[in-house]
C-alpha cells in the first residue's frame, strides 16, 4: 500500500473514531486525573476488584453486565427502576438476575464508597 493511501488511511480512521465519541480511556486515568477524593477512590478500587469483570465504567457498552456511564445522569436503571442510591444499593446488595448479590461481602462503608464512586461516571 503506498504511503500516501495509508497515511490517508490512518487520517480517516481517526476522524471516524473521534466523531463515534471515542476518547481517552478514562479507565487508564489516575485518581487524581478524574478528580476522584478519597471517597470515590475507595468506591473506585471496590468497583475495579468486584465489578470491572461484568461492568465498564467509563462506556454504555455492555461487557457481562450493562455499562454504567453517566449512570445516574438517566432516569432509569437497565432494570427500569429509577436511577437514585436507593436502587443502585438495592441491587448491589441483593444482586438481580444474572448479578450476584454482594450484600454479605461488602460492608456499610463500602457500599457507600462505591456509590460515590458510580456518581463520578
Known amino acids: 500500500m503506498p504511503a500516501r493511501i495509508f497515511t490517508s488511511f490512518c487520517a480517516a480512521l481517526l476522524a471516524l473514531s473521534f466523531f463515534a465519541g471515542c476518547g481517552p480511556d478514562k479507565s487508564q486515568e489516575s485518581d487524581a486525573q478524574l478528580g476522584l477524593d478519597a471517597q470515590e477512590s ?9 465489578c470491572a469483570s461484568c461492568h465498564y465504567a467509563y ?13 445516574y445522569k438517566k432516569k432509569y436503571l437497565p432494570s427500569a427502576l429509577p436511577a437514585n442510591d436507593r436502587f443502585v444499593a438495592q441491587t448491589t446488595v441483593n444482586g438481580r438476575k444474572m448479578m450476584p448479590a454482594a450484600g454479605a461481602t461488602l460492608t456499610d462503608e463500602q457500599l457507600h464508597d462505591l456509590l460515590a464512586y458510580l456518581h463520578t461516571l
Open 42 to 50: 475507595a468506591g473506585r478500587q471496590i468497583f475495579n476488584q468486584r
Open 59 to 71: 462506556s454504555s457498552r455492555s461487557l457481562h453486565g450493562p455499562g454504567l456511564k453517566n449512570l
